[in-house]
């Protein structure tokens, strides 16, 4: 795919260092039942399968090797809050950690934080769009700006203001692509609406690297439309999906082209 398209998924992945594991789990991270249930959960609570979701060949691609539990690759680093980039609760407010155990945010900080926008920032030269790409739940969960509100079934977080990070003359170009890409998923489905900044209005990464030159955007897909009620993948939806997301990249590629 030419020009380059750079895909970053900041939450693919549920994999957690074994330190970690052991940080949160104690001496029980040698019990196979208990190390699986959290990786489970951990992975639910992330954006699963979007590493499938935004595959598109040609595009240079980024997925995160670890969970955003280890640490979270789209918060600033410098955000210490409890949900920030080294978080201490999962969205439920529970704890992740056991009463007096803390995490060395700086440790996690050099080691996966660094390293990964190294990474991104090696793979700038040269590209014309930057999309960040997650999944969201079918309801905002007790952590959010949207607590037990339907989502729609895809959100394009584009900022506003100076926080603007796709031109603002293509916001609704680029919002009927979306529409028109997935529509063949969208018709008939539960929840159908694309939406615009809603319930976000963008995403760290595209703050952090979009600029006047480089158009950059986050695409949230809701869960909803890929996962049963109980987290299990349906293979069909997400091949589907990811079908759509190629003709969607590439609509969107020539809008900033002819931008």
Same mark, same amino acid.
């Given at each position: ?34 190390? *699986?249930?959290?990786? =489970? ?35 600033? =680093? ?11 609760? /999962? ?34 030269? /040269? ?5 960040? /790409? ?24 584009? /900022?506003?203001? *100076? ?23 969208? @018709? ?24 006047? @030159? ?19 993948? @349906? ?18 590629? *020539? ?5």
């Amino acid at each position: 795919m030419a020009p380059p398209l750079l895909i970053l998924t900041p939450h693919s992945s549920g994999q957690l260092p074994a330190q970690v594991m052991h940080q949160m789990l104690g001496e029980a991270v040698y019990d196979t039942l208990a190390r *699986e249930a959290l990786q =489970r959960r951990i992975f639910l609570d992330g954006d699963p399968y979007t590493d499938l979701l935004f595959l598109v060949p040609g595009a240079r691609t980024l997925n995160a090797p670890w969970s955003r539990f280890v640490v979270d690759l789209n918060r600033e =680093r410098d955000d210490a809050s409890d949900n920030g980039v080294v978080k201490r609760t /999962g969205f439920d407010l529970n704890a992740l950690y056991p009463a007096g155990t803390e995490p060395d945010a700086e440790d996690r900080l050099r080691r996966y934080w660094d390293s990964f926008n190294a990474q991104v920032r090696a793979e700038l030269e /040269g590209v014309s769009l930057l999309m960040v /790409g997650h999944s969201m739940g079918m309801y905002g969960p007790a952590l959010g700006p949207d607590h037990g509100q339907p989502r729609p079934a895809l959100t394009l977080m584009l /900022g506003e203001g *100076e926080r603007a990070t796709f031109p603002p003359g293509l916001t609704e170009p680029l919002r009927l692509a979306a529409e028109q890409a997935f529509a063949a998923v969208l @018709r008939g489905a539960e929840v159908s609406r694309v939406a615009v900044n809603d319930p976000w209005t963008t995403d760290d990464l595209s703050v952090r690297y979009g600029h006047a @030159r480089l158009p950059a955007f986050g695409l949230e897909i809701n869960a909803g439309l890929y996962l049963t009620d109980e987290g299990a993948p @349906r293979d069909d939806r997400i091949h589907a999906l990811n079908a759509c997301l190629r003709v969607f990249a590439a609509a969107a590629l *020539e809008l900033v082209g002819s931008g």
